[in-house]
Structure formats: structure tokens, C-alpha cells
């Protein structure tokens, strides 16, 4: 047997095992996704008081010691670098899709641009506990914090926000396709390009339908605390200008 064979062979065992990764760890960031978007779609309902208490419960699941670390970090920092190594190792020729498809576009523009900006925002600048900020807590952080950044920062909230929920949603409809058609072969189910981004659509509109609920509703905090919040959102660079 050829060394090229040995190494085809090598690299479709990698192949294989880095797609099982990219597939068992996406249930994890589904069951997050769900729980966290919950809240916004749900202000239709009841505005931003049962979004915020929505919130705080969900954090029970992904924001304790035990589940940030390993119901969220871990399974999307496996998710992201099994999808990585996947396309680095396998051939040109044999890549299963674009970078430019729907999957790629939505997955890079949340990783690199909007995940890292909400992220910052919401969970580390919040928590730094140096004057003018002094550590807002993450029961302060709800959605008085939100409607905070959508009335001092309107259309930058609104990029944001939008194009995360957006790009998460495409990437996830479109995931969920793969994954059924790796997983479920003998179910011939598949939605056309169209129809795909169309669910995703359907599952945003509620989502930005909220928050818009949300930033018609007059601030209820106190001017101290939303001076703390203001400091937070002075900390990104996207807020500065």
C-alpha cells in the first residue's frame, strides 16, 4: 500500500471524527441559543420585565461554574475548531461547500465580528469592577441594560443585535440541514436554499419584533446604575464614535 493511500486513509478517519465533533457539539449551542433568544421573542408578551426574568433563570443553565464552562465554551470551542481543522485538512477539490456559502458567511461574520462584540459587552466589560463600571452584577445585567444600549446607541444596537440573531439563525437552519442529511440519510427531507432562509427568517422576526417592544418601553433604572451601564458600552471601540 502507497504512503498517498495511507495518508487518504488517515485523512478521512480525521475528516470523520472532526465532522462527529462538529455534530455532537451543535445540540449543546442549540439548546443555549433557544434558551438565551427565548427572552427577547417573549418581550412580546410581556414586555422587557419577563424578558429580564426569563433571562436570569436561563443563566442557571449557561452561566454557572459548571455549565458556562462545559455545556457552552467547551462544545463551541469544539464546534468552531473541529469546522476549521475539517476545512484545513480536507483537500480543495474535496471541500463539501464554499467559504462563501450561507453556512461559512453566517459562521465567520458571528465569530469574528458579532459574537466577540456581544460577548465583550454583555459578560466581560460588564463585570470589571474598576471605577466608573465598579462590577455591574449579572442580575444587573438585563434588560434594562439592553434597552440602555438601544436608546443611547440606536443604530449600532440594532446592527448588532440584527445581525447577530441573523447570522446565528442562517448558520444553525443551515446546519441542521447537514447534520440531518449526514444523520438521517434515509429520511429524504431536504428544504431548498430558499425555504431555509425563510425558517430562519421566521425565527428572527419574533426575536427583533421583541427587542423593538422592548425599546419603546421608558428606562425604569437609576440614573447611577445606568451611568455604569453607559461606562460599559464606552469600553467598545464600536461605542466610542
Known sequence: MSAEGDGSKRRQLAVAVLTNVAHISAPFL???????????????????????????????????????????FTPLAAHVASNI????????????????STLSLAAYSTLLIFLPIHFYTHRVFP??????????????????FVKTGLARFPWRSWV???????????????????????????QKFRMRSRTRKIVAGVVVV????????????????????????????????????
Open 160 to 186: 448588532l443585535y440584527g445581525g447577530l440573531v441573523t447570522s446565528a439563525m442562517l448558520h444553525a437552519v443551515e446546519g441542521a440541514q447537514i447534520i440531518q442529511a449526514s444523520r438521517f440519510a434515509s
Open 85 to 100: 481543522a475539517k476545512r484545513i485538512i480536507t483537500p480543495r477539490s474535496a471541500s463539501p461547500r464554499k467559504i462563501t
Open 30 to 72: 442549540t439548546v443555549f441559543l433557544v434558551i438565551h433568544l427565548s427572552a427577547p421573542a417573549l418581550a412580546n408578551v410581556g414586555g422587557s420585565s419577563l424578558s429580564s426574568n426569563l433571562m436570569l433563570l436561563g443563566r442557571e443553565y449557561y452561566q454557572t461554574a459548571f455549565g458556562e464552562r462545559y455545556l457552552l
Open 206 to 241: 419574533p426575536i427583533l419584533a421583541g427587542l423593538w417592544t422592548v425599546s419603546k418601553e421608558p428606562l425604569m433604572v437609576f440614573a447611577s446604575l445606568a451611568e455604569r451601564y453607559q461606562a460599559v458600552f464606552a469600553r467598545s471601540w464600536v461605542y466610542r464614535f
Open 127 to 144: 463585570a470589571d469592577p474598576s471605577p466608573p463600571i465598579f462590577a455591574v452584577g449579572p442580575s444587573e445585567v438585563d434588560y434594562e
